[in-house]
């Protein structure tokens, strides 16, 4: 081959699109069909049963209903997810249909009406003036209007959870178990985002201190002091209990981990590695209450509490205390095959199941039973 040959050979490769956007790929370097997700039994949803080929997640799986589930807090959030995929699955017919319209008269004017009535905003007026002079740069218009949708779909649901009376009804079954402050301290990766709305479905307002870290790392030195600063509340003000009251402070940690791929998409900060993922996560919580009984006395002890979650299917993994607040990582509960044991119970045997699993959970591995609040 040639220098000049061999330069545009270089070119060539330099430049060439991803297969799939660009570019067909050769028949014989096409893998094999794989599914949106992978088709394993921990990828059984909740409410889901494996069908006759032990798929799990396809249109055969015929649904349970739990009797405990909350019915229409599921269907607010099954609607709010359709909205969602239905207001970004508009744009790209939208777009498509405005393009064919550039050359037309009114096109502006007819483009904006089409915007606001499918997408339900105005496009950028430059973009579209411009388009009898050259291409309508689609590029441009696309990105716009998957970010406005996007701004637009945060503004709605930070206004949908602004329940002021489910937090103060949260706040107060959080102190009738113990706790005046709940502090929850999760893994930064971004699959963990909807953390307490959509997994743990607690109000946002009801956790005032919510922050993520890699790793679930927190800073300790912060959280003694965040700590300090409610305390100081209690003693001043007598918010949100009063210093006599016999509650505490709760520090939730919360690691993930992938049920279906566990080597690789777990935790990236610790090497998708699941017990040292949930260790560190742990080691902290122990760090943060040695700190603070070091610093004021055994008897200014807080309530720790430890959580995984599955971010293939948002289950979560409960790891029960002792009596005197010691987690193991074995001794937990996970929520999916509870779910899967109870779904067919009445509400009186599965509610009297979830009742009796802390004790059993904390028996089974030779540990005390937690609290009464922790239950």
């Known amino acids: 081959m040639d220098t000049r040959k061999r330069r545009e050979r270089l ?21 094999a069909a794989m599914p949106s997700w992978p088709q394993r039994l921990s990828f059984c949803v909740p409410g889901m049963q494996p069908d006759s080929n032990g798929d799990c997640v396809s249109t055969l799986c015929a649904p349970r209903a739990h009797p405990l589930a909350d019915r229409s807090r599921n269907t607010r959030l099954a609607d709010y997810e359709r909205r969602v995929q239905a207001r970004f699955d508009d744009i790209v017919p939208t777009l498509k249909r405005i393009s064919a319209l550039q050359h037309e008269t009114d096109f502006g004017t007819r483009a ?5 009535e499918r997408l339900g905003f105005a496009l950028d007026e430059t973009v579209l003036a411009d388009a ?20 637009d779909l945060a503004r709605d649901a930070g206004a949908d959870q602004d329940g ?9 079954f959080f102190i009738e178990c113990g706790f005046h402050e709940v502090d929850v301290s999760a893994c930064a990766d971004g699959r963990l ?15 005032r201190r919510h922050k993520s870290y ?31 009251s016999g509650t ?34 742990l080691d902290r919580l122990e760090a943060f209450g040695t700190a603070i009984e070091n610093g004021f006395c055994c008897g200014a002890s807080v309530a720790t509490l430890l959580i995984g979650v599955d971010t293939d299917n948002d289950a979560i993994r409960v790891h029960v205390p002792d009596a005197q607040g010691g987690m193991s990582l074995d001794c937990c509960i996970d929520n ?4 899967q044991a109870t779904a067919g119970c009445t509400g009186s045997e599965a509610q009297w199941r979830l009742e009796s699993v802390v004790e059993e959970t904390a028996r089974r591995f030779g540990r005390s039973a937690p609290e009464t609040g922790m239950r």
């Open 11 to 31: 070119h060539q490769a330099a430049h060439a699109a991803p297969v799939g956007m660009a570019m067909r790929a050769r028949p014989e370097a096409v893998p």
């Open 336 to 339: 999916m095959a509870l779910y």
């Open 248 to 281: 505490r402070y709760l520090k939730i940690a919360v690691y993930h981990f992938s049920s279906s791929d566990p080597h690789h998409e777990g935790c990236a900060a610790h090497g998708s590695d699941d017990r040292k993922a949930g260790q560190a996560a």
């Open 112 to 116: 904006q009406q089409i915007a606001r």
């Open 214 to 244: 890699a790793g679930t790392l927190f800073d300790v030195e912060l959280n003694v002091k965040q700590w300090t600063e409610t305390e100081l509340r209690r003693f001043r003000e007598g918010l949100p209990t009063l210093p006599d």
């Open 193 to 207: 985002k909807g953390l307490l709305h959509y997994i743990l479905r607690l109000p946002q307002q009801a956790v």
């Open 164 to 172: 002021y009376a489910e937090a103060e009804a949260m706040t107060r």
């Open 132 to 151: 009898w002079v050259t291409t309508l740069d689609m590029r441009r218009l696309y990105g716009t209007s998957v970010l406005h949708t996007f701004c």
